[in-house]
């Protein structure tokens, strides 16, 4: 006794690719929204416990970024300023500001003061921002117009290719050394002969699987 019809079989396997393109769509429309500037929170201003403004501080006041991240030309890392340095010109700069009480009480009691992190990378990866700085990547390359930034937010997306579009050519990217922590500096028109020629004068290799090994991001 026949059970199924003989279209049965073609419903079967329609179904079947269906279920199979479902499925693929599926997984497809998740890789793309990992990798989505919504999800990677490029472009949102990512609020603080106090409204530090870079716009006010590295913009209209003009103070270098080494003022506060004093490590970042010696250390893998850009560090976060320490209470004594805000309270250096805020002991006296709007001392008696709302908004600076929670930084005061802090500095006062000795309680650690915790940022929100904005450039916040997987602790698979290495990254040293002082190898970055001295061979003449300028904050701007990767943290975007920050001088203009009441509230700071990413630029770029962090992720393993876009760190690998500098890793492959790195002329394109590279400034003299005093231009790198100038916001206002531009790439010039000739700035691929340029960044070849820094390139030999700070010692950064040359051959492109050198910098794109494995091993000089994920140790």
């Known amino acids: 006794m026949q059970i199924f019809r003989p279209r049965a079989n073609t419903v079967f396997k329609v179904s079947a690719f269906g279920v199979l393109y479902v ?5 497809w429309s998740l890789a793309i ?3 989505s500037n919504y999800t990677r929170r490029v472009n949102e201003p990512i609020a603080q416990p106090i409204p530090y403004s870079h716009e006010l501080h590295a913009g209209s006041l003009g103070m270098d970024c080494r003022y506060c991240h004093t490590a970042v030309e010696d250390s893998a890392f850009a560090n976060v300023p320490p209470l004594e340095t805000c309270m250096a ?10 908004l600076i009480q929670p930084l005061k009480e802090a500095a006062q009691t000795g309680k650690a003061f915790e940022w929100t992190r904005v450039h916040d ?12 700085v001295n061979k003449g990547v300028g904050c701007s390359t990767c943290h975007g117009p920050i001088d203009k930034m009441p509230t700071v937010w990413r630029v770029k997306d962090l992720t393993m290719g876009w760190c690998l579009d500098c890793h492959r050519a790195p002329e394109n ?9 100038n916001m206002e500096w531009q790439p010039p028109a000739e700035q691929v002969a340029l960044g070849r020629q820094l390139m030999q004068k700070y010692n950064v290799p040359s051959g492109r699987l050198v ?3 494995c091993n000089i991001c994920h140790r």
Do not use: G, Q
């Open 33 to 35: 929204l990992d990798r």
């Open 89 to 98: 010109c805020h002991n006296e700069v709007k001392a008696n500001s709302l």
């Open 121 to 132: 990378l997987p602790d698979f990866v290495y990254f040293n921002h002082s190898i970055h």
């Open 211 to 213: 910098l794109t090994h």
């Open 173 to 181: 990217y590279l400034r003299p050394r005093e231009e790198v922590f």
């Open 23 to 27: 499925v693929a769509l599926l997984v």
